[in-house]
């Protein structure tokens, strides 16, 4: 579109420098503008000055944590897709840190082509967010779905439904009349280029259907 930066730029606060540096190299060579910082406060600044179209965020950071930049950038209504960096096992953290607003998060040592193709994805999906594509709550017979919330009722009762099956729901809702490919859905709501079968979207889809339909 008109107006948009032609090289998305890609902000990674992280104190580890050998960690810093690889993701950096590894982003350069995919063509991504790339910032860096080395604690929470500096990173912060760079978020609201130089508006990144991603950030990497460390979660545990000298001055400021990746907590708190979380926090801090959702609340000033910045949604800037945060991809988090976690320690393996944390699972706690993890929670946390998507309930203050992270999209996703890659668990350390993790994977570079795993990243990447998560960076990917995060980034198409603020493009489609951006131009108003992704529908923010969606209403059909009995259901009603608030994707921001994450939040589902069918004729008034809450029905429990997966992150997954939430990001499945919204890609759907967003391309109404058109056919979805699965590996379309795998590459938008899973962030991975290849994922190990297509079975699993077909699993999905079922466990939604008998969520969401009366037969």
């Known amino acids: 579109a008109l107006g948009e930066r032609a090289v998305k730029r890609i902000l990674v606060v992280e104190d580890d420098l050998a960690i810093l540096r690889g993701l950096k190299d590894n982003l350069e060579f995919e063509s991504y503008e790339v910032l860096t910082e080395g604690d929470g406060e500096r990173g912060y600044a760079v978020l609201k000055g130089k508006k990144p179209d991603l950030v990497i965020l460390d979660l545990m950071l000298p001055k400021m944590s990746g907590f708190e930049l979380c926090r801090k950038a959702r609340g000033e209504g910045i949604t800037t897709p945060i991809l988090m960096l976690t320690a393996r096992g944390e699972e706690i953290d993890r929670v946390a840190g998507l309930d203050l607003g992270a999209d996703?998060?890659?668990t350390k040592?993790?994977?570079v082509p795993?990243?990447?193709a998560r960076v990917r994805a995060l980034i198409r999906r603020a493009e489609l967010s951006g131009t108003g594509d992704l529908p923010a709550e969606v209403h059909?017979?009995?259901v009603s779905v608030d994707f921001k919330r994450f939040e589902a009722?069918?004729?008034g009762k809450t029905i429990e439904m997966s992150r997954k099956e939430f990001g499945i729901l919204r890609l759907l809702a967003a391309r109404c009349g058109e056919v979805v490919r699965r590996d379309e859905l795998l590459d938008e709501v899973w962030g991975y280029d290849h994922y190990p079968t297509t079975r699993t979207v077909d699993n999905?889809?079922?466990l939604l259907r008998g969520?969401?339909?009366e037969d």
């Open 140 to 142: 059909f017979d009995d």
């Open 109 to 111: 040592p993790f994977s």
């Open 204 to 206: 999905h889809i079922a």
């Open 211 to 213: 969520k969401l339909e």
């Open 104 to 106: 996703d998060y890659v």
């Open 153 to 155: 009722r069918r004729a």
């Open 114 to 116: 795993e990243l990447l």
